[in-house]
């Protein structure tokens, strides 16, 4: 079976454009949560998704949004990007939400320049 | 704000030896708790969680050891591997006033030396 899938794997933006970024969870997984990670530092939370309809979300400016599709992939957008923004972007998918371990794709590399 | 703090950034160990990775938080709020594993290049691994109502998980040789009142949780590795090698996250879960979080400690890696 199929992980959970990201793409791109890599992406170079520049300062103040939009990015997209895509993520398929593991078939029959219902949730799918944002991660930021970025040197040195844990994976930071952005948002959980459950059923198409947000959970939860961390502390990241309104510039960060992402949706749920009723295939139960996902988006996370971010506008007007900063360098600050430059990391990996991780997306992980559980069965349910709240307590169901999470299983991680290998996230996609964000170099805003 | 670290609600979620690993203290060691590293830790080094024999192969045989026993290996104890710490992890405090400061919540109360948080009612589960999960470590993963990550190699380079990877995503991380889920590895072993614990709920709030218990005080020990067990699974083969890793063992998860909870104390609420202290606020603190451990991953004990017996006996510890070469393969075992990389940086293990502590993480923790639950609802406040934004929704639902799970918050990731920063890391600690561990080296098992054969």
């Known amino acids: 079976d199929a992980g959970v899938t990201q793409s791109p794997t890599h992406l170079i933006k520049t300062r103040g454009q939009h990015v997209t970024l895509r993520c398929s969870p593991i078939s029959g997984h219902k949730s799918v949560s944002w991660y930021q990670q970025v040197l040195g530092q844990g994976p930071q939370f952005i948002f959980q998704y459950y059923e198409k309809e947000e959970r939860g979300r961390g502390n990241f400016p309104d510039r960060f949004s992402a949706r749920q599709f009723p295939n139960y992939s996902s988006e996370l957008n971010v506008n007007a990007l900063l360098l600050g923004d430059s990391a990996l972007y991780l997306c992980?998918?559980?069965?349910?939400?709240?307590?169901?371990?999470?299983?991680f794709g290998p996230g996609t590399r964000l170099t805003v320049t | 704000d670290q609600q979620v703090k690993q203290n060691s950034p590293s830790l080094s160990v024999q192969e045989g030896r026993i290996s104890i990775l710490n992890c405090d938080y400061t919540?109360?709020?948080?009612?589960?708790f999960l470590w993963y594993k990550k190699y380079p290049a990877e995503g991380p691994t889920f590895l072993i969680s614990?709920?709030?109502?218990?005080d020990k998980n067990e699974d083969g040789r890793f063992t998860v050891f909870l104390n609420k009142s202290a606020k603190h949780l451990s991953l004990h590795i017996v006996p510890s591997q070469p393969g075992d090698s990389a940086v293990y996250f502590c993480a923790a879960s639950g609802q406040d006033t934004g929704g639902f979080k799970t918050i990731f400690g920063a890391g600690t890696r561990l080296f098992v030396k054969a």
């Open positions: 992980a998918s559980s069965l349910w939400s709240d307590t169901d371990e999470q299983y």
């Open positions: 919540n109360s709020m948080f009612d589960y």
């Open positions: 614990i709920s709030s109502i218990k």
